[in-house]
């Protein structure tokens, strides 16, 4: 894939939880949690800077020998409720650093770098 795109300037749009392939194939990273867009930017950045708490969670989750366990999404919370998704984060039922304001009101993108954006409360200081 990496060949077509440098050889022939074709563009791929990769799916995938495995940031760590992701991270050499993409020049941009869009983090999606329960069909929405949590962070995006620059793959390096992104990468190298996560700012929302399920970004960090799939970085944390690519295994690197240098640690001994991997992060998990803790499985005695339940998932976002599509069916209500107008009303706070659908990431806040399994996020470790929810506040209340997570679970009442859903948060605005906020551009964080010229190119790095992310939807979480934990950066927005308007509030």
């Given at each position: 894939?990496d ?6 300037g074709?563009?791929f749009?990769?799916i995938?939880?495995?940031l760590?392939?992701a ?25 190298h800077h ?24 803790s ?17 806040a ?35």
């Amino acid at each position: 894939m990496d060949g077509l795109r440098q050889d022939k300037g074709t563009a791929f749009l990769f799916i995938t939880h495995d940031l760590a392939s992701a991270r050499y194939l993409a020049d941009d990273l869009y983090v999606m949690y329960a069909g929405q867009f949590v962070e995006h930017g620059p793959a390096s950045e992104v990468i190298h800077h996560p700012l929302h708490p399920y970004t960090r969670i799939l970085l944390d989750a690519v295994p690197d020998p240098r640690r001994r366990t991997l992060a998990v999404i803790s499985s005695n919370k339940t998932v976002a409720d599509l069916t209500n998704a107008s009303r706070g984060c659908r990431f806040a039922p399994r996020c470790p650093a929810v506040q209340d304001v997570c679970r009442q009101i859903e948060p605005e993108e906020i551009k964080v770098a010229q190119d790095h954006a992310v939807r979480c409360h934990q950066y927005d200081h308007s509030t």
